[in-house]
């Protein structure tokens, strides 16, 4: 399987996404979002990995799920909505498919960098091309890894209020709480050493 969209440049993926993303964000073309959307699903699938794939389809789901809440959102509570089938109601209700269309050409691109783009690969290709200062790039990737062990973080909080019979729902913020404590914390572990490497003002 043709994996060539992880060997571009991966900074020139990112200008390009940005550049093109905020050009798209300026029209209201509903064809338009459609095209983008399929063609960065078209380019995942001949791009990447089947397990890229697997991933993709996932996310998409739950796109899914969003863009037809912003349709609904648009079509029934739009400026013009009038509760009928009338001109403003059919006004309303295109301007529901242009957001939610929108909003899944957004995430297609954003699906097509993420999974064909290496974090470290992007730092190291922007400190080299685009002159990203070293301390910059020290604590971008210091943020990266610490990715995984807040993710680890929220799990053994959840773990520990339910040894302690406290109920916690998928919504409390609880976890969130004790997570954020221990993240400040490796937060002022991290800048000294940063600081101890030389990544500080001069």
């Not at 399987?1 to 940005?18: A, E, T, W």
């Not at 093109?20 to 509903?30: E, I, K």
């Not at 680890?152 to 919504?171: D, I, M, P, W």
Request: glycine share 8%.
């Amino acid at each position: 399987m043709s994996d060539f969209l992880s060997r571009i440049n991966p900074f020139f993926k990112f200008v390009f996404l940005v550049v093109f993303s905020t050009a798209l964000s300026f029209t209201r073309s509903m064809p338009l979002n459609i095209w983008v959307a399929v063609i960065s699903v078209f380019l995942l699938l001949i791009g990447s990995r089947p397990r890229q794939w697997v991933r993709g389809i996932r996310f998409l789901i739950v796109v899914a799920i969003f863009a037809f809440g912003i349709f609904m959102t648009g079509a029934r509570f739009g400026t013009e909505a009038t509760g009928g089938i009338g001109v403003s109601g059919l006004t309303d209700a295109r301007a529901g498919l242009v957001m939610s269309t929108r909003f899944f050409a957004f995430a297609g691109l954003g699906l097509l960098f993420y999974l064909t783009t290496n974090p470290y690969e992007l730092i190291k290709r922007m400190q080299k091309d685009a002159k990203l200062p070293r301390k910059f790039a020290y604590g971008m990737l210091c943020a990266i890894n610490m990715l995984p062990h807040i993710k680890n973080e929220y799990g053994n909080a959840k773990l520990a209020f339910q040894v302690r019979g406290v109920k916690v729902s998928a919504f409390s913020i609880k976890p969130v709480f004790s997570m954020l404590v221990n993240c400040f914390r490796w937060s002022e572990v991290m800048s000294i050493a940063m600081f101890s490497k030389g990544f500080h003002e001069e």
